[in-house]
């Protein structure tokens, strides 16, 4: 039985009401309230629950956007695994410290001046950052250079990554292999994973590894691949001399081919050979990059600008990319303290700029994508951050549509009741959270949580990417968030 407390009607979302609500009982529904808004016929929210037949807690809150009222809650003040639904709050988080119009910076730097065509000392990729830079964005970088005559250097070719804290992984508790759970850097390249690929050969297989985007996709040193004959485990990782990423893969999982995104561990030094090799392919010769770990000063010789923090949020929002929400966090926190320290510290501090927006909250944040195993948000924080913005605010509208479904269960695009929401998901992990426009027009801003700890606990390592029962779960939490919320645009809709 799934455990609730439950509340209706106009509770202030910052009040203490939700924590004092009694145990749910079907005699708590009161009748059509007098300030008109009355009910229409709509499934009991506590019948939906249990039908879901859902294992572990369910919690929710949802309120006026306007004025911030609770009309209905369940668990309200239960604090609940946020899963990608902390993007939400990283985003506002990186909006107050940074601004829409913030821009990263990837910068060529020279050190002494260009004569007949070399660098008279050394040039050094200096990284700010940037989340989404690919390797196309490296060749036109490597253009420009080009196009001012460099063919070459004197000195030595390096690299600089410390604009942000080397981070080995966003949770370690992860799968080595998994490409959501990347390495953190100044300098970030295909969001700091490799492309391997692989084709059955006359004898064993072909494999690659490389760094592709539309236009280039050079090989690559930094990662190596061999196939392995045995069964399991699929994969082994372990980072060798020289901050070499070294895999194996288990030759009875990879058929007649296929391919995959794996993580980089050392993306500064990923990135810096990606460019030495799209450099050669403009007829520029550089040595072997090293790292350095003080910023250089010298002149500016070619630059790739991000587009604007809000362009990188909302397509955060949409693919749900950790490694932005880490990269923006961290940068956040930067701009916010002074200093970042590691990933947990940044959490941090995101934990107590939203406990000073709210005035109290039993937030915690270990991270700024979600991904780690010990965040924690109540619904009722989740409600306040989002009524605070709005539902016309840019915190809305970076995030994306989401849909009610028709009977055979498809996203009913045409549905008058519009929804701009962020999921989150991790096993038997599944949380949706947003704003809600009912057919009259009047918005409505919700949290949804649900969460099933013991079966999360249980998953072992091996099956941890795709756990047995996992897949049934998240479908049946997603259906059970989507009657909710398809429930209130009834309810509550004038």
């Known amino acids: 039985m799934v455990s609730r407390r439950w509340v209706l009607g106009g509770l202030l979302a910052s009040g203490a009401g939700i924590a004092n609500a009694a145990p749910f009982d079907r005699a708590l529904i009161p009748p059509p309230r007098p300030n008109g808004f009355a009910k229409r016929a709509a499934p009991d929210a506590g019948d939906l629950i249990n039908a879901a037949n859902l294992s572990g807690d369910t919690a929710?809150?949802?309120?006026?956007?306007?004025?911030?009222?609770?009309?209905?809650?369940?668990?309200?003040?239960?604090?609940?695994?946020?899963?990608?639904?902390?993007?939400?709050?990283?985003?506002?988080?990186?909006?107050?410290?940074?601004?829409?119009?913030?821009?990263?910076?990837?910068?060529?730097?020279?050190?002494?001046?260009?004569?007949?065509?070399?660098?008279?000392?050394?040039?050094?990729?200096?990284?700010?950052?940037?989340?989404?830079?690919?390797?196309?964005?490296?060749?036109?970088?490597?253009?420009?250079?080009?196009?001012?005559?460099?063919?070459?250097?004197?000195?030595?070719?390096?690299?600089?990554?410390?604009?942000?804290?080397q981070i080995h992984?966003?949770?370690?508790?992860?799968?080595?292999?998994?490409?959501?759970?990347?390495?953190?850097?100044?300098?970030?390249?295909?969001?700091?994973?490799?492309?391997?690929?692989?084709?059955?050969?006359?004898?064993?297989?072909?494999?690659?590894?490389?760094?592709?985007?539309?236009?280039?996709?050079?090989?690559?040193?930094?990662a190596r691949m061999r196939v392995v004959n045995r069964q399991a485990p699929v994969y082994t990782y372990t980072q060798a001399n020289g901050g070499v990423d070294d895999w194996t893969v288990a030759s009875a999982a990879l058929g007649n081919g296929g391919a995959r995104w794996l993580p980089v561990r050392h993306p500064g030094g990923y990135a810096a050979e990606v460019f030495q090799a799209v450099a050669a392919a403009q007829g520029i010769a550089l040595p072997s990059p090293r790292e350095t770990r003080n910023r250089p000063a010298g002149t500016v010789v070619a630059e790739n600008i991000s587009p604007s923090l809000t362009t990188i949020l909302r397509a955060m929002m949409k693919y749900s990319t950790n490694l932005t929400a880490e990269v923006v966090g961290l940068t956040a926190t930067g701009r916010r303290s002074g200093s970042i320290g590691g990933l947990s510290a940044s959490g941090g501090q995101m934990t107590d700029w939203l406990g000073d927006r709210l005035g109290q909250s039993n937030a915690r944040f270990v991270d700024h994508s979600g991904l780690g195993e010990d965040s924690r948000i109540s619904p009722q924080d989740m409600t306040r951050v989002l009524s605070g913005y709005g539902a016309n605010s840019v915190l809305a509208g970076l995030m994306k549509d989401v849909y009610l479904k028709t009977a055979d269960g498809k996203?009913?695009?045409?549905?008058?009741?519009?929804?701009?929401?962020?999921?989150?998901?991790?096993?038997?992990?599944?949380?949706?959270?947003?704003?809600?426009?009912?057919?009259?027009?009047?918005?409505?801003?919700?949290?949804?949580f649900m969460a099933d700890q013991r079966a999360r606990a249980a998953i072992t390592e091996e099956t941890r990417e795709r756990p047995?029962?996992?897949?049934?779960?998240?479908?049946?939490?997603?259906?059970?968030?989507?009657?909710?919320?398809n429930r209130w645009a009834t309810v509550y809709n004038s």
Request: a positive charge.
């Open 169 to 222: 992984d966003i949770d370690p508790d992860q799968p080595d292999h998994v490409g959501y759970n990347p390495s953190i850097s100044g300098l970030n390249l295909n969001f700091n994973r490799v492309h391997f690929e692989w084709k059955r050969a006359s004898q064993g297989y072909t494999v690659t590894m490389d760094a592709r985007a539309r236009n280039y996709a050079p090989r690559v040193n930094t």
């Open 60 to 165: 929710f809150v949802v309120a006026d956007a306007r004025t911030g009222a609770v009309l209905e809650a369940v668990n309200g003040t239960q604090k609940m695994p946020p899963a990608s639904t902390a993007k939400a709050i990283t985003t506002a988080y990186a909006l107050n410290y940074l601004g829409p119009e913030y821009v990263f910076r990837t910068q060529l730097v020279a050190t002494g001046p260009v004569v007949n065509g070399r660098v008279q000392g050394d040039l050094i990729l200096v990284g700010g950052g940037d989340p989404i830079l690919d390797t196309d964005q490296l060749g036109q970088m490597a253009a420009q250079l080009r196009a001012r005559g460099v063919r070459g250097v004197d000195g030595a070719f390096r690299y600089f990554a410390g604009a942000l804290p």
């Open 468 to 485: 047995q029962g996992g897949r049934t779960w998240t479908r049946k939490a997603r259906n059970l968030q989507l009657d909710l919320i």
């Open 411 to 448: 996203p009913d695009k045409t549905n008058p009741v519009k929804i701009r929401a962020k999921t989150g998901t991790l096993n038997f992990v599944s949380g949706l959270t947003g704003y809600v426009k009912t057919r009259s027009g009047r918005d409505l801003v919700f949290a949804t």
